[in-house]
């Protein structure tokens, strides 16, 4: 069964630091992969997704993900956090390649001036 | 601009009683989905739908419902709510491709006295 990981439910960095956020996959067949973002109060906005076109993805607001199979993972990051960027974020893998989605539990990014 | 809306925002119910909570969207999307959130959980499936008429259970559809009588409306609805039902409902719909993102409403934010 397909299943994510993210590790750390709260990250914290100063403004202009680098955000790396963690999420590790398990998948029986080749993984759809996504973040998403969670803004307080709000529902969730795609940041970007991994279809196998491209190990790294290039995302929204400046974040990207590499997707590394030999390490079964998927991680965020922006090599430097703006205070807007604090919010909710989650990894999710496709359901057996279908648009059912299995979240991760979520990470929370604070950012610090 | 299309988009997803619930209804209500916030629900204040009592142990027992009948709720039901709207969805609507205006993407034309075949496929529909509710997910609750609960700290610690992420989000977790609730029922899905593909088309009109057809509905499916999610990884935690004990004591809800859902139907699905025209493409845009897919609401939900708890038989006898329960404490453990308090959480934050989100419905989401897409296009139905395997790597279709999914698009998400505000959420309803329901609690059950």
């Known amino acids: 069964a397909q299943s994510v990981t993210q590790l750390g439910s709260h990250v914290s960095v100063s403004e202009g630091a680098l955000v790396l956020l963690r999420c590790n996959y398990s998948?029986?067949?080749?993984?759809?992969l996504f973040w998403y973002v969670q803004y307080p109060n709000q529902g969730l906005q795609l940041l970007l997704k991994?279809?196998?076109?491209?190990?790294l993805v290039k995302g929204i607001n400046g974040f990207e993900a590499e997707f590394k199979k030999s390490e079964t993972s998927f991680h965020l990051t922006k090599p430097s956090a703006h205070m807007s960027d604090a919010a909710e974020y989650f990894c999710?893998?496709?359901?057996?390649?279908?648009?059912?989605?299995?979240f991760g539990t979520g990470t929370r990014l604070q950012v610090f001036p | 601009d299309a988009e997803i809306t619930q209804s209500p925002r916030h629900k204040i119910t009592e142990t027992g009683r009948q709720v039901t909570l709207a969805c609507h969207q205006t993407?034309?999307?075949?496929?529909m989905f509710w997910y609750r959130q609960d700290l610690g959980h992420g989000l977790r499936l609730i029922h899905y739908?593909?088309?009109?008429?057809?509905?499916n259970k999610g990884e935690v559809s004990d004591g809800y419902s859902v139907s699905r009588s025209n493409t845009e409306d897919l609401p939900l609805t708890l038989e006898s709510a329960a404490s453990s039902q308090t959480s934050v409902y989100f419905c989401?719909?897409?296009?139905?491709?395997?790597?279709?993102?999914?698009?998400f409403g505000n959420g309803t934010r329901l609690t059950v006295t």
């Open positions: 989401a719909s897409s296009a139905g491709q395997k790597n279709s993102p999914l698009h």
């Open positions: 998948s029986s067949v080749p993984p759809y």
């Open positions: 991994y279809t196998s076109a491209a190990t």
């Open positions: 999710a893998v496709s359901d057996q390649g279908t648009d059912k989605l299995i």
């Open positions: 993407w034309n999307h075949n496929n």
């Open positions: 739908s593909y088309g009109v008429q057809d509905t």
